[in-house]
C-alpha cells in the first residue's frame, strides 16, 4: 500500500478550511438571490454580503466601504494596476513595480505599456529583497502614477520592506499599491499602501474569490466598463456563495495565523537546512530570516526541473516549481532570474494547516534519493 499523498503547494492554493466548506454549503440555500434587489430572498443576500465586507475589513483593518470582490485575485490585481493609473492619469503615465511581482502585475504592466504608458522594474538582491535606495529614486521621478510591490514574494517567501517602500511613496505623493496574496490570513497586513488585493484560495477560501481594497482618498478609477456593483470597482454579480465562504475563513485563518506561523516556520527552517546539507549542489534561495514562515524554495544543478516535479509526484508529493528546465518554456522564472539565482530543478514547498511534521520528514527522506535517481538518468554521477 503506497503512502498517502501529500500536498506541498499551498502558495498556489491552501486546502480548503473546513470554515469555508461549512459556510459555502451554509450560503447556497441564503445566498443565490441577486443582493442588489428588494424582495425577501435578495435582503437575506444582502444581509450575508455586508456581513462578509464587514468582516474581510474587519480583517484587513479598513472601512466596509473600501472593500470590494472580485471574481479572483488576477482579476483583482488587474483592476489595482490598471485602476490606480487611469485615477491617476493626469499627473503621468509611469508605473514603477519591484522586478519579482506576481505575473498578473506584470501583465498588466504590459497591457499599459502597449496602450503609450511607461513601467520601470526596481531590481531585488540575491535574496530577493527590494533595493529601497533604486525604489525611492525611481518613484521620485516626474509622472509616476502610482507604485506597486509585492507584500512577500510568492515564489521565494522573502518579505519585502512595504513600510520603508510607503514611506518613499508617501513622501512624493505616489500612491502605492501591495499585492498581499501570500500575506492575508497568514502574516500582519502592512500599512501604508493605498490600495491592497489578495486572493482567497491562498488561505483556505474557495477558489474564484479576489480582495480589491481602495483606501479612502485614494485616486482610483474602474478601468473596466460602468457598473454599480461593488462600489463600483468590478463589474458583475458576486458570487455570494464563495464571498461568504471567504470572508469566513479569513476570519479563522487570520485568529489562527500566529499560532501557525510558529509551527510551521521551524519545519521550513529544518527543510531548509536539512535540503542544503543532504542534497548536493543545491541552493536554497530566499531570505533566510526574513520570509514567510510557510514557504521555501531551493534549486537542484544538474537537474530538470519538470522531471523533478513529476519524479515527487510519483512519490506522493504535491509541489510547485520556477525552474527555467521545464518542456512549457526554456525561460527561468522571473523572479529568480532577478535574483540572480540558480533556477534548474527548482523546487517550492510551501506548508499549510494540514501539513504535520511526518509529512516534512518523509518529503525530506526521500528527496535525496529522488535527485540522485535523476541525475544518474542524466549521466551526471559522482556528486
Known sequence: MSASPVYLDAATAAPMHPVARQALLAAFDDGWADPGKLYTQARRARQ???AAREATALTLGVRADEVSFTPSGTTAAHGAVLGGLTGRHRVGSTLVHSAI??????????RHVAAGGTAVGVPVDRL????LAAWSAAVRAPGVALAALITASHEVGTVQPVAEAAAACAEVG???YVDAAQS??????????SVLTASAHKWGGPPGVGVLAVRKGTRWESPWPADEREGGRTPGVV????VVAAAASLRA???????????????????RARVAAEVPDVEVVGDPVLRLPHLVTFSCLYVDGEALLHALDRRGFAVSSGSSCTSSTLRPSHVLEAMGVLSHGNVRVSLH???TEADVERFLTELPGIVAELRAEAGVVGL
Open 239 to 242: 458570487n455570494l456563495p464563495a
Open 174 to 176: 505616489v500612491p502605492l
Open 48 to 50: 450575508l454580503l455586508d
Open 253 to 271: 485563518a487570520a485568529a489562527d495565523a500566529a499560532a501557525e506561523a510558529t509551527r510551521l516556520a521551524p519545519l521550513v527552517d529544518r527543510i
Open 184 to 193: 492575508v490570513g497568514r502574516v500582519p497586513v502592512p500599512t501604508g499602501w
Open 353 to 355: 494547516r494540514e501539513t
Open 101 to 110: 511581482e506576481h505575473s498578473a502585475v506584470l501583465h498588466a504592466a504590459e
Open 128 to 131: 530577493g529583497r527590494l533595493d
